[in-house]
């Protein structure tokens, strides 16, 4: 039998968003460690979040916020058991495609040192200098669409 395909979606309804929080939670807070405090922010109330559901179960997240300068992915997770299969990527082409309707003509990230050869292979280009966000060391990276 053949894997099931993902559904990947703006998430809109209560029950969406909730799922996109739980995959967030399980993977900065359970995995990672970083403060569930940190891991909400004020920025949620105003993102388009993303959700991607595998045979019904939420396991993977990401969110688009906007400014001035383009839009900025972040939260982006997928749960450990779905990793490898693309979604990860399907996500980032999401919130890219995203950001083309809402007419916004670049993507930069604040990637986890560790995901940067994920974003690179995206397209993703690094800049300034390393930091340390929630005790994690970060780079910021980015892309014109
Ligand atoms: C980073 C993350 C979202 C990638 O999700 P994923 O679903 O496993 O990614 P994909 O399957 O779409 O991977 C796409 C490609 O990137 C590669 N890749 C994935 N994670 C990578 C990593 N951390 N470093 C280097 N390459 C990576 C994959 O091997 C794959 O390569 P391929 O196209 O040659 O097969 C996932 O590992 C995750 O949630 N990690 C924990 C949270 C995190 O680090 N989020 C990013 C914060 S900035």
Sequence with gaps: ??????????????????????????????????????????SDASADHFVAYLGGV?????????DHDGAILGRLAVLKAARGTG?????????????????LTSVRLHSQIQAEPFYRALGYTPYGEIELEAGIEHIWMSKIL
């Design 87 to 103: 979604l990860g990527a399907a996500l980032v082409r999401a919130v890219e495609a995203r950001a083309a309707e809402r007419a």
């Design 58 to 66: 939420a396991v993977g997240a990401a969110r688009l916020l906007a």
């Design 1 to 42: 039998m053949s894997a099931p395909s993902p559904d990947l979606r703006l998430a809109v309804s209560p029950e969406d968003l909730a799922a996109a929080m739980s995959v967030r939670i399980e993977v900065f807070v359970g995995e990672q460690g970083v403060p569930e405090d940190l891991e909400r922010d004020a």
